[in-house]
């Protein structure tokens, strides 16, 4: 089983008695490896409560493995269900990242409004296109009940949110990478108007044609209340982080039962690990792969966002479990162009950022 676990690297020096360790972190005596880890199911590190302390400069490092967890007996059959959806998350980036639009075909159609041929050769572009953002859309639904399913695992009694992290860290990990997907989506679909352009010219060659009494075969696939609903899902600039909120705050609402600091307490605890490992450098010698710290990122900041459209005052209030200083500085000290849009989710898709309760230091951050 994978746990939260203290960092060693093999390859460090010997530390000497009375040298600091990483994160102040001093044990009591000379230990050896296999103690560190048993140190990590002890009940006062086990449950990570300490790491969602207000006192967020001794918060405990811990290190969750990202790379390797795989799931338990106890997470098979969520994380089965969760990983078909995830499946096919790759696939739609690759679909997306390489999508050109038929903005050739359209400015000829409009331009020559009489051309039979120039109208039907746009048309006969876009029509394939939007079945793609049809099947993006469609994807969104599914992705949002995996979500569910997963914040029902790492919520439910008996065991709190934090001990669920430890407990089922594969769960966490798809967590963690519908997160990823997220971001990665939504940073491709604001940098590429083509998207909004082709859905339009294709509703308004819809819409002519009802006038004209004519009916015409793509409207089979993409009737007219689905194109309503995926006109709603593209009008936002960041379509699939809006769905993930959306869900969160539902299944918040809809289980009322569960306190609402088991979900925030989750997400808190998720950012503060990320952010954890992506500053300590000791920490991140254990990534093998060098996409995990854009991965660390990605989840860092899907999680704040979260948060900030659940919690009732959000991820930048001097109450928030969230470290928000910390969390932008360890984004800027990235190279600008791997964090630009990683920072503008935080400045344009968050709830609170603007509310008297934020700090001019975390607004100026932000800036």
């Not at 044990?27 to 560190?36: F, I, V, Y």
């Not at 044609?209 to 600039?237: C, D, G, I, K, T």
């Not at 998720?270 to 710290?293: G, H, I, K, Q, S």
């Amino acid at each position: 089983m994978l746990f939260f676990t203290h960092i060693f690297c093999r390859d460090e020096q010997t530390i000497s008695p009375g040298q600091q360790y990483p994160g102040n972190h001093q044990p009591s005596s000379a230990l050896g490896m296999d103690h560190m880890l048993l140190q990590t199911r002890s009940p006062a590190m086990g449950n990570l409560i300490k790491v969602l302390g207000k006192d967020l400069e001794n918060c405990p490092h811990f290190f969750l493995d990202f790379e390797n967890a795989q799931p338990t007996e106890a997470e098979t059959a969520v994380w089965n269900q969760v990983s078909a959806v995830l499946e096919e998350a790759h696939g739609i980036l690759a679909e997306l990242q390489s999508y050109n639009g038929a903005g050739q075909e359209i400015r000829e159609a409009i331009q020559n409004p009489g051309d039979l041929a120039l109208q039907e050769k746009a048309w006969n572009a876009v029509c394939p296109l939007v079945a793609k953002l049809k099947r993006f859309y469609e994807f969104s639904l599914r992705l949002e009940n995996a979500l569910r399913s997963l914040l029902e695992a790492l919520t439910s009694p008996p065991y709190a949110p934090m001990q669920h992290l430890e407990r089922e860290q594969a769960l966490a990990k798809q967590f963690a990478e519908i997160l990823h997907f997220t971001l990665s989506f939504d940073e491709l679909k604001m940098t590429n108007p083509a998207i909004q352009n082709d859905f339009s010219y294709y509703r308004r060659t819809i819409s002519r044609n009802r006038l004209n009494n004519q009916q015409l075969e793509a409207e089979n696939e993409v009737n007219n209340e689905m194109a309503n609903r995926m006109s709603l899902f593209y009008a936002e600039a960041t379509p699939m982080l809006k769905t993930l909120s959306n869900a969160t705050t539902k299944f918040v609402s809809e289980n009322k039962t569960l306190p609402i600091e088991d979900t925030t307490d989750c997400l808190s605890t998720m950012a503060c690990v990320c952010r954890v490992m992506l500053e300590t450098p000791e920490y991140r010698c254990r990534f093998t792969n060098t996409d995990t710290m854009l991965f660390c990122m990605r989840v860092m900041v899907g999680v704040i966002i979260l948060y900030d459209h659940v919690h009732p005052v959000g991820a930048f209030a001097k109450t928030s479990k969230i470290d928000m200083k910390g969390c932008i500085k360890v984004l800027k000290e990235q190279p600008s162009n791997s964090v630009e849009g990683l920072l503008n989710a935080l400045r344009y898709t968050t709830r609170h950022l603007n509310d008297d309760s934020t700090s001019k230091q975390i607004r100026a951050l932000l800036q």
